[in-house]
């Protein structure tokens, strides 16, 4: 089976940490492994934002990263790119129809929108995984949601027009049913976790003797809650608060939510416990993670969340906000604890409940570990959406069939 997945923004080539590179680029990048390991051959689509790249560049074996000219070749906001993606479909109807996939599977609204104007007219099935979903954001964020005006209609016709929707959580499904999806039109894949890469066992980062931790991983913006954990923390005596992400640490003076956190901990009185990392890499990660009495997550909304879930296959209780997929992955008083989002007097709390109870922490801890390696692993989550690219096929030649007739 040839398969292209379409990710505008989010190439799986990118270095993680920058505002618009996260978990998108980490899930795109393992499902076109997992998916080549199975036997696919996999082409991702993204949109070139360096002049010196090469045009295909392979991931892995069975994986080529295809850079696709739309708009100028430098890195942009991905709110920015929306006016290039009728370019980016042309583009991708010439490719296709050179070498035509068998299954189109974008990535995000506007890949979505550029795949489907590209495939429609050659017929191809087309998947698609929001991984957002703009109503959701504009609910939770109003007038400081960036989104382009046009966000809300191309999902609304991307629900009504493509052959299949992926969702990531639960909570997604709600969301898409809203919107008129139709139940028999969804499936529930996960994110998955590298459990090579994260697992209990390997080297741990040193950390303050007599101090405990509490870790938090994620891009600088200010829905992720940052904020909210720093004034938690502020409350719990003997206790550091390690941030990672964002610009290298060097560059984090000139990053306005770095300032922003800095400040909101001094003015508390903990700067001296509070670590701004900046960005850390991957191969690092892992060990950064093993190091947290517990890891802190807790966005005001979150589609899916990937940290928690490396978290928890390094053996790593979490506290998580109880949005979006942080409910169906964190299972409440059992690999950690939910609290509602915004509210750091609960994620005090929770906090508090964990790091004074270590027997407690480390038993969900383990738990955690546990339900990774049983639900999330990259090739249970590839075998899913194979099995969906399948259905999606077996599905199609029935129609062509009945149409003969």
Known sequence: MRVALVSEHASPLAVLGGVDAGG????????????????LEVTVYTR???????????????????????GPPCVLPKDDLFGYMDDFAQRLRRAWTLRRPDVVHAHFWMSGYAALAAARPLEIPTVQTFHAL?????????????????????EQG??????????????????????????HQISVVPCGVDLDHFSPVGPTDPRHDGRRRVVVVSRLVQRKGIGHV?????????????VAGGPPQRHLGEDSEARRIAAMAKELGMEDRLVLRGRVERADLPALLRSADVVACVPWYEPFGIVPLEAMACGVPVVASAVGGLVDTVVDGVTGIHVPPRRPDRVAAALAKLLDDPALARSYGEAGARRARRRYGWDKVSASTLSCYHQLLADSRADSTVGRR
Request: proline residues 6%.
């Open 230 to 242: 720093v004034e938690a923390v502020a409350t719990l005596p003997d206790t550091e608060l390690v």
């Open 48 to 70: 070139r934002e360096d002049p010196d790249v090469a045009a295909r560049v392979p991931l892995a074996p069975g994986v080529m990263v295809e850079h696709v000219k739309a």
């Open 134 to 154: 703009g109503v959701v954001k504009r609910r939770h964020q109003g007038g400081k949601d960036t989104s382009p005006p046009e966000r809300a209609e191309v």
């Open 158 to 183: 991307l629900v009504e027009n493509v052959d299949h929707i992926v969702a990531t959580c639960s909570d997604e499904v709600f969301e898409l049913v809203r919107l008129g999806a139709s139940m």
């Open 24 to 39: 998108q680029n980490v899930h795109v990048a393992a499902l076109a492994c997992g998916l080549a390991e199975l036997g």
